[in-house]
């Protein structure tokens, strides 16, 4: 990883993306920054009592890019952030966090990785000015799911000091790239599966490379050999997703008991038939949004989820949220 003195000046092509400038009004400032992450507590501390606030912001699929700065030294407080983690890396100068598994102090060599549940407390120096790279839970989620090939129970807690120190982590040069690369935000655009790869590359080499609960299991996968009514119950579900099936009808056409085959998905996959048929029609629903989106059609959220047969529209726009991360028509908007 570049030197921060290096990066803060490969980092101003964001400057492209300016959220706010010199802002000095406290209540303000927290208002912006607070509507791109969080609503939280900002108090200026130390000598310098001049603010001066500097914002950039780059959204992305599952992504952001920001730098934040402030001139003088700030407290910040704020409940844990549920629905995303944040990488904090100091440019210039430096910040000590304390999160639920202890203090870590962020300076040129360390980033600190603040988790989804982590209630936080930060103090920043003065003129501290931070690379910010927001990940969705959902991505971090979905990504560790496809690599340990089922369905994960608890929300996964990385350990909060990330080394940024010259060294092979793959992670540091996916932040690095996504950090200072000028034609991002165009390539975003014309390119969106290049963005969603680095985007999964960046998750897959955190969950690989960065302590967590699941770190064992990640390296070490088990090796068990599903059995084939699994297999063919999935396929059955894959072909059938757009009818109206049951999971009876699922059992049946395997040729088992219903409560072999709910056994069986709680063994092998770690999950039930009746969750495993939601999220796969969840996943069609999303490819639909897309495609839509991109033919301008003027195809509506309701018609696309009631043919992928979901009739309680708010429970499906919530558990839509709650696996991508974005309601349904946010996919189809955006």
Same mark, same amino acid.
């Given at each position: 990883?570049?030197?921060?003195?290096?990066?803060?000046?490969?980092?101003?092509?964001?400057?492209?993306?300016?959220?706010?400038?010199?802002?000095?009004?406290?209540?303000?400032?927290?208002?912006?920054?607070?509507?791109?992450?969080?609503?939280?507590?900002?108090?200026?501390?130390?000598?310098?009592?001049?603010?001066?606030?500097?914002?950039?912001?780059?959204?992305?699929?599952?992504?952001?890019?920001?730098?934040?700065?402030?001139?003088?030294?700030?407290?910040?407080?704020?409940?844990?952030?549920?629905?995303?983690?944040?990488?904090?890396?100091?440019?210039?100068?430096?910040?000590?966090?304390?999160?639920?598994?202890?203090?870590?102090? /962020?300076? #040129?060599?360390?980033? !600190?990785?603040?988790?989804?549940?982590? *209630? &936080?407390?930060?103090?920043?120096? =003065? @003129?501290?000015?931070?690379?910010?790279?927001?990940?969705?839970?959902?991505?971090?989620?979905?990504?560790?799911?496809?690599?340990?090939?089922?369905?994960?129970?608890?929300?996964?807690?990385?350990?909060?000091?990330?080394?940024?120190?010259?060294?092979?982590?793959?992670?540091?040069?996916?932040?690095?790239?996504? /950090?200072? #690369?000028?034609?991002? !935000?165009?390539?975003?655009?014309?390119? *969106? &599966?290049?963005?969603?790869?680095? =985007? @999964?590359?960046?998750?897959?080499?955190?969950?690989?490379?960065?302590?967590?609960?699941?770190?064992?299991?990640?390296?070490?996968?088990?090796?068990?050999?599903?059995?084939?009514?699994?297999?063919?119950?999935?396929?059955?579900?894959?072909?059938?997703?757009?009818?109206?099936?049951?999971?009876?009808?699922?059992?049946?056409?395997?040729?088992?008991?219903?409560?072999?085959?709910?056994?069986?998905?709680?063994?092998?996959?770690?999950?039930?038939?009746?969750?495993?048929?939601?999220?796969?029609?969840?996943?069609?629903?999303?490819?639909?949004?897309?495609?839509?989106?991109?033919?301008?059609?003027?195809?509506?959220?309701?018609?696309?989820?009631?043919?992928?047969?979901?009739?309680?529209?708010?429970?499906?726009?919530?558990?839509?949220?709650?696996?991508?991360?974005?309601?349904?028509?946010?996919?189809?908007?955006?």
């Amino acid at each position: 990883m570049q030197k921060t003195n290096e990066l803060s000046n490969l980092t101003k092509w964001l400057d492209q993306f300016p959220l706010f400038h010199s802002g000095d009004e406290v209540d303000e400032v927290r208002q912006k920054v607070g509507h791109i992450f969080v609503p939280h507590n900002l108090n200026v501390i130390g000598q310098e009592q001049h603010l001066s606030a500097d914002m950039n912001h780059l959204n992305l699929e599952n992504t952001s890019v920001n730098t934040l700065k402030y001139g003088a030294g700030v407290k910040i407080t704020c409940d844990p952030f549920e629905k995303f983690l944040l990488i904090m890396l100091p440019m210039t100068g430096v910040m000590d966090a304390e999160v639920e598994n202890g203090r870590v102090k /962020a300076c #040129n060599d360390v980033a !600190a990785l603040i988790n989804t549940s982590d *209630p &936080l407390s930060m103090n920043w120096g =003065e @003129h501290c000015n931070q690379l910010i790279i927001r990940v969705n839970k959902s991505l971090i989620e979905r990504t560790c799911e496809t690599l340990l090939g089922h369905p994960i129970k608890e929300d996964v807690k990385f350990a909060s000091a990330l080394d940024m120190s010259k060294g092979h982590n793959i992670y540091q040069s996916v932040i690095h790239m996504l /950090a200072t #690369n000028p034609f991002l !935000a165009e390539s975003a655009k014309l390119y *969106p &599966l290049i963005t969603k790869q680095l =985007e @999964h590359l960046l998750a897959s080499s955190l969950l690989l490379n960065q302590q967590n609960q699941y770190t064992q299991k990640l390296l070490n996968p088990e090796k068990i050999i599903t059995p084939l009514y699994i297999k063919k119950a999935e396929e059955y579900m894959n072909e059938k997703a757009s009818e109206a099936i049951t999971l009876q009808d699922v059992a049946n056409n395997v040729g088992i008991s219903l409560k072999t085959l709910h056994n069986g998905f709680q063994k092998y996959r770690n999950d039930t038939p009746k969750n495993y048929l939601k999220n796969l029609r969840l996943e069609l629903v999303r490819k639909d949004l897309i495609a839509a989106k991109l033919e301008k059609s003027n195809t509506t959220v309701t018609e696309i989820a009631l043919r992928w047969g979901f009739i309680h529209l708010s429970h499906f726009s919530e558990s839509y949220f709650n696996k991508f991360g974005e309601y349904p028509s946010a996919t189809l908007k955006n």
